[in-house]
């Protein structure tokens, strides 16, 4: 089984709708992040949480929310979908201080499209 | 800062030869520096880091150099295969930061 567990893999939503991400983990890290990729970008930061009882606005929090429900488990909701959302998002996990031996463990990502 | 493109660079080398994939980063009080590669329909994975009181670092195949006159990092590959074709992204930690800053990434192709 994959350490970091991205559901779903591919989801075509209509504007308007709201839509959930969802992220789990299985390294026992405290930490966890929500990023989107464009093409041509590199990753932008959406939201992180340092434990279950933190949240943090990344630098694109604008139209997303998450919710931290445990400390395996990290959720990215767009509470109205829009079409310059489409993207892809990756949800990561590390150690105290990113600065961990191997940095962020990231999983396969969600490909979001909004028709 | 980042980034911002349409277009990523692309390094195109023949399988055999070395590659070498390059990264200015912004923070000159950023202290820990990764690579990480990104195959197709995949999320990045590491390969590399060193810290800043480091100059060079080697692992299988791979080393990155630091160069903190000019902010550069630099990914060599040595001995490129078909398998190493991806996006190669550097990450930047500010020192005392909380999380990892990205580049927008190199492709790097290798002919057969």
């Known amino acids: 089984d994959a350490d970091v567990t991205q559901t779903p893999r591919n989801r075509i939503t209509k504007t308007g709708k709201r839509i959930m991400l969802e992220c789990s983990q299985t390294k026992g890290h405290d930490r966890m992040y929500w990023y989107r990729q464009d093409p041509g970008l590199g990753l932008r930061l959406i939201y992180y949480?340092?434990?279950?009882?933190?949240?943090n606005k990344g630098e694109i929090s604008d139209g997303y929310s998450v919710s931290r429900q445990a400390q395996a488990k990290f959720s990215l909701s767009l509470e109205s979908a829009i079409p310059n959302q489409t993207a892809l998002y990756f949800c990561a996990t590390s150690d105290p201080g990113p600065a961990g031996p191997y940095g962020y463990t990231f999983g396969s990502g969600t490909r979001l499209t909004v028709v | 800062g980042e980034s911002v493109g349409l277009h990523l660079p692309t390094l195109s080398v023949q399988e055999g030869d070395n590659s070498i994939i390059n990264c200015a980063y912004s923070n000159s009080a950023s202290d820990y520096f990764i690579w990480y590669k990104q195959e197709s329909g995949k999320g990045p994975q590491f390969i590399i880091d060193i810290r800043s009181n480091m100059d060079k670092r080697q692992g299988q195949r791979v080393t990155v150099l630091l160069n903190k006159t000019v902010k550069h990092l630099s990914l060599q590959i040595a001995a490129t295969q078909p398998g190493d074709s991806a996006v190669y992204f550097c990450?930047?930690?500010?020192?005392?930061?909380?999380?990892?800053?990205f580049g927008a990434g190199t492709i790097l192709r290798v002919k057969s």
């Open positions: 949480s340092f434990d279950v009882k933190d949240i």
């Open positions: 990450a930047e930690n500010r020192h005392n930061g909380n999380k990892l800053v």
